[in-house]
Nanobody
């Protein structure tokens, strides 16, 4: 099982980034997916989740209206479009897979984790 996150980088406040997570080694379409982030010195926190088929999505309050989670099951890839970025969005972003049908904010419900991609937002 492998989850390879990419797309992070350095961006100014107000800018945009698109993260991708390429999945392999499991049946991607049968797993709900999530994005989490970890800022320096802080615990890993939930950002967004999406159901197996993509119809159901959820977000943490601080990113609603700015971030969009999506998936392409034909390409075994998860995405996170991040707009209007703020310095407080800085952190390592991780993608994760859960065997549950619907994505969840509970970090313990995720079976597989990627290695993370660093997002740095400068003010």
């Amino acid at each position: 099982v492998q989850l390879q996150a990419s797309g992070g980088g350095l961006v100014q406040a107000g800018g945009s980034l698109r993260l991708s997570c390429a999945a392999s080694g499991f049946t991607f379409s049968t797993y709900s997916m999530g994005w989490f982030r970890q800022a320096p010195g802080k615990e890993r926190e939930f950002v967004a989740a999406i159901s197996r088929g993509g119809a159901s999505r959820s977000y943490t309050d601080s990113v609603k209206g700015r971030f969009t989670i999506s998936r392409d099951n034909a390409k075994n890839t998860l995405y996170l479009q991040m707009n209007s970025l703020k310095p407080e969005d800085t952190g390592v972003y991780y993608c994760a897979a859960s065997s549950r049908a619907y994505g969840d904010s509970n970090i313990r419900l995720y079976n597989y984790w990627g290695q993370g991609t660093l997002v740095t937002v400068s003010s």
